[in-house]
């Protein structure tokens, strides 16, 4: 979901540009920097926070103008049709080809990143203008139909990505943490041990404590962003590591069924 939210703040940033006349050229002078980088930035790159800041300045915007006019795209936001969430919930691989077209990929990238042969491709770009998922330009590129990445919704399409993205989540810290209890292993450059962490904290709360909690966590999650943004620019990339970091939380009732799955993680006392 962090790659949906970021390609709609772009989606933004473009738009402002547009409305204030700013040309790539211009912009590219002003964030002392190439042509082909403002695609990229623009474009599939990742928006670190410094880059985000940059934009809103050129664009006279400040983090909490950004914040309303995204909430305002939302509301006016595409939506997929009824037969077009079917056809992407039962086949996802057309819908992982369309995410890469609005990260801003071409399909000849996506072949190149993806090992697709000129068959696989075609099927995927004929399959997906048969549904009006995306459409051709005059200069023959391939763009998805709608401006913006539509909402996923609570609808089948939605259902499907987020089992899956929780899924995919779960199965990852599965192998991860789990060899990382197991081995207790060590970074082979310095020798370290590294530190794999992982827990379960069950307390009964208030409301308005519980939304305090969240508060703190978002600042402290902003906080670890700016350094991270930080580090990846002035660190040597040797020095870095990728830290993945997947955090839950929800409130429910004291007597919520659900509850008993994590008094059963060894099992179940039963009658035998």
């Known amino acids: 979901m962090k790659e949906f939210k970021s390609q709609k703040i772009k989606s933004v940033i473009k738009e402002l540009l547009k409305k204030k006349k700013i040309t790539y050229d211009e912009l ?62 039962k086949n996802q691989s057309f819908f992982a080809y369309l995410m890469k077209l609005f990260s801003g990929e071409t399909p000849k990238q996506i072949a190149e990143s993806c090992h697709l042969t000129q068959r696989s491709t075609d099927k995927y770009l004929i399959g997906l203008e048969k549904q009006g998922l995306i459409r051709v330009t005059g200069k023959q590129r391939v763009k998805p ?66 939304q305090m909690w969240i508060e703190e966590q978002e600042r402290v999650r902003k906080n670890f962003e700016k350094l991270a943004a930080f580090e990846e620019k002035t660190k040597d990339p040797s020095e870095l590591m990728t830290v993945v970091i997947c955090q839950g939380c929800t409130l429910v009732r004291n007597d919520d069924k659900g509850l008993n799955l994590l008094e059963s993680a060894m099992g179940e006392v039963k009658n035998l």
């Open 145 to 210: 139909a709608f401006k913006n990445i539509p909402a996923l919704g609570s609808g089948l399409l939605g259902k499907v990505y987020y089992q899956n993205f929780i899924r995919n989540t779960t199965q990852f810290f599965i192998d991860t943490i789990t060899e990382g209890y197991r081995k207790k292993f060590r970074d082979e450059k310095t020798g370290e041990q590294m530190s794999t962490k992982f827990g379960v904290h069950v307390s009964k709360i208030t409301r308005a404590s519980y």
């Open 28 to 89: 590219a002078e002003q964030m002392e920097c190439s042509v082909p980088t403002i695609k990229r930035i623009l474009g599939p790159e990742e928006l670190t926070l410094n880059r985000l800041l940059q934009l809103c300045e050129i664009v006279e915007i400040d983090l909490a103008d950004l914040e309303e006019l995204l909430k305002e795209t939302e509301i006016k936001e595409e939506r997929f049709t009824p037969a077009q969430e079917e056809f992407l919930a």
